[in-house]
């Protein structure tokens, strides 16, 4: 597995400033990238859906959603920066290749849904300023693909200009809007306090949720922070965590700030004038001109709406690389890869647009929306766990509140969820002339996914304990074995398993050599991570047997022992042998009965393998 987005990784330096502004400034960009999926054409359907139906009483849902998505973003940062790891290369590293699988098929339904709703955004902008068909105008999104492939080319500071300059745009046109609407803000600071005045009102706060919070951001941003190139010491690891931070709480306000605008906007002309059913952005567009009095308003929204679709389709197609590249470690030309992202976009948009019409758009956009927060915990979920580990984040995992907190930000994301699966499948269920097919198809799909979620709730956990039960203490070993008896083996290798089987090995590996000889501990690491990273891994499972390695050493050696360690990383059957051939060793002892690869090379026909791979006699202990 490569570098996360390899072209630009590390591209731009932090170090050797001359200010400390300067320096901050050298970390700032990264979030704004971030900041547009959360002002993108998605958002504006939610909150034009929200503000004409319910006024201002949806601002709280806005504000709510702006919070827990600093967390996360935050969480997302700090994994980026400290394990130099993306969320699905972690992911990859820590799940089977099964549920990556899934967790890969559920992140790219959200990057089509996030991308269908950038796509149909920047269409209908184009259709409402120059008056292209929809069709056409969707067909026209492709090139901003090769504008990405440009942008990228010439550096990623040269994107993030590009990306801010439309974020400005986006900004001007909505404190224009603000200026044109006028809106009451006694009520606006009512909007503020928690209610939800119906069961609708709970599907477009669901769906603002979804908007706000968007899973692909979690993956972009853990991988944009590596663009950046600083001091890895812990002073230079904390110092790039609170520039982040910083760079995180600025664009992520500056987007919350534009999709209150877009909901007060919506508020103040067409839930003033009893107008509560418009959803459509290009109805939205057609009445700004009469209920606001200024032929601008229309303008200013169309060129806003363009610009938060361009900029949010370059972000979402980054991550739609970052979450092939991380899950499937499958690297294409870099062309062809957006060119795919987008097509999975595309295609939806095409076929729906032909076959239901113009006017189905703004459904499509909120239900792209509602999809996307469906697929939230599992992004949250993996995330949360891997910056709370202590090992995996190297002393900068986050502290019990930050843990509290993320988990309750999760809890509530994924109660919402259930809820509205639970009602949509209900009323379903109610409504269908053939109820069984559903009973058999969408009922056991929503359990599948219920399954998995309580599986990347609680694997980790699971996994912790198997580990600290398997990785015993060596101080719990029976060492027994005569001292007096004058041995020939000089140099011995024994190969560690980390389980009771370690007990004969050494206890034969001492009775050869005795107080004389050099014993050399051997240990392969052959998790996802050691097989794919080699020495360079820095996962979980690794770090737990270095340190179980060293406390077989610092035992030993406190007995009378000449001990030397050796950690591979890899398939024992392949790794074993080099070390092996590598060194000058006498004899070779294993115990029997061990676990995962070392019982496949004990237990089995790889046994003779191994022994015809080694030039040294091979002795098999048991207990």
């Known amino acids: 597995m490569g570098k996360s987005l390899e072209e630009v990784h590390g591209s731009v330096s932090t170090q050797n400033k001359k200010s400390v502004f300067r320096k901050i400034l050298a970390f700032f960009g990264p979030a704004y990238l971030i900041s547009v999926g959360y002002m993108d054409p998605g958002n504006w359907a939610t909150d034009i859906a929200g503000g004409s139906q319910f006024g201002y009483s949806l601002l709280w849902v806005l504000l709510m959603s702006n919070i827990m998505a600093l967390l996360l973003q935050s969480l997302s940062a700090r994994l980026g920066i400290v394990t130099q790891r993306d969320l699905a290369q972690a992911s990859r590293e820590t799940y089977s290749k099964f549920i990556n699988y899934i967790l890969y098929f559920l992140a790219e339904i959200a990057i089509a849904a996030c991308d269908l709703a950038e796509v149909l955004g920047m269409a209908i902008g184009i259709n409402l300023l120059f008056g292209i068909p929809l069709i056409e105008g969707v067909l026209i999104t492709v090139l901003d693909t090769f504008l990405l492939l440009f942008l990228i080319n010439k550096g990623i500071r040269k994107m993030e200009a590009f990306i801010i300059a439309l974020v400005t745009v986006i900004g001007v046109s909505f404190i224009f809007e603000m200026i044109f609407a006028q809106p009451e803000m006694d009520k606006v ?42 001091d890895r010491s812990p002073a230079g690891i904390k110092q790039a965590l609170k520039y982040n931070f910083i760079d995180s709480t600025i664009a992520l ?74 899950y499937l470690n499958l690297r294409i ?30 459904k499509l956009l909120i239900l792209s929306q509602v999809i996307l927060s469906l697929q939230l915990g599992f992004a949250i979920i993996p995330l949360i766990h891997f910056v709370s580990d202590k090992s995996k984040m190297k002393g900068f995992h986050i502290g019990k509140v930050t843990q509290i907190a993320s988990w309750v930000v999760a809890t509530v994301i994924v109660i919402l969820n259930a809820k509205l699966v639970f009602d949509e499948i209900s009323g379903w269920l109610e409504t269908s002339q053939n109820p069984l097919v559903l009973w ?11 399954i998995l ?170 207990n």
């Open 453 to 622: 979620l309580l599986y990347i709730v609680f694997k980790p956990f699971v996994s912790k304990a198997k580990i600290d039960i398997q990785n015993h203490s060596p101080h719990s070993l029976k060492l027994e074995f005569s001292k007096s008896i004058s041995r020939d083996k000089k140099n011995i290798a024994i190969a560690l398993d980390f389980s009771r089987a370690d007990e004969a090995a050494l206890n034969n590996a001492f009775e050869l050599g005795g107080m004389d000889a050099v014993y050399t501990l051997i240990h392969v690491q052959e998790s996802v991570g050691a097989m794919v990273y080699g020495e360079d891994v820095e996962d979980h499972e690794t770090l737990i047997d270095e340190k179980i390695l060293k406390e077989y050493k610092e035992m030993l050696i406190e007995k009378g022992f000449k001990i030397e360690t050796i950690l591979g990383y890899g398939n024992p059957n392949k790794v074993i042998p080099e070390i092996i051939n590598a060194g000058n060793f006498d004899i070779l002892v294993m115990g029997a009965h061990g676990h995962t690869g070392l019982r496949d090379l004990i237990f089995g026909t790889t046994v003779d393998k191994l022994r015809h791979k080694i030039s040294i006699p091979l002795l098999i202990a048991k």
């Open 333 to 362: 030309q870099p062309w062809v890869r957006r060119i795919i992202t987008r097509l999975i976009a595309i295609v939806p948009a095409v076929i729906v647009i032909s076959v239901f019409g113009e006017s189905v758009t703004g």
């Open 189 to 230: 600071i009512l909007g503020l306090i928690p209610s939800i005045p119906s069961e609708a009102a709970l599907y477009i706060a669901i769906g603002i949720i979804g908007a706000t919070v968007m899973p692909h951001n979690l993956y972009l941003h853990s991988s944009l922070v590596q663009t950046r190139k600083f």
């Open 440 to 450: 058999l198809t969408v009922v056991p799909l929503a359990i599948s996914f219920l």
């Open 253 to 326: 306000n500056l987007a919350f700030l534009v999709n209150a605008a877009i909901l007060i906007l919506a508020a103040a002309t067409f839930y003033k004038n009893g107008m509560f059913e418009v959803a459509e952005i290009q109805d939205a567009h057609k009445f700004l001109e009469p209920l606001l009095g200024s032929k601008w308003a229309p303008v200013l929204f169309a060129v806003a709406l363009i610009a938060a679709g361009q900029s949010s389709t370059i972000t979402g197609t980054l991550a739609g690389q970052i979450i092939m590249e991380g």
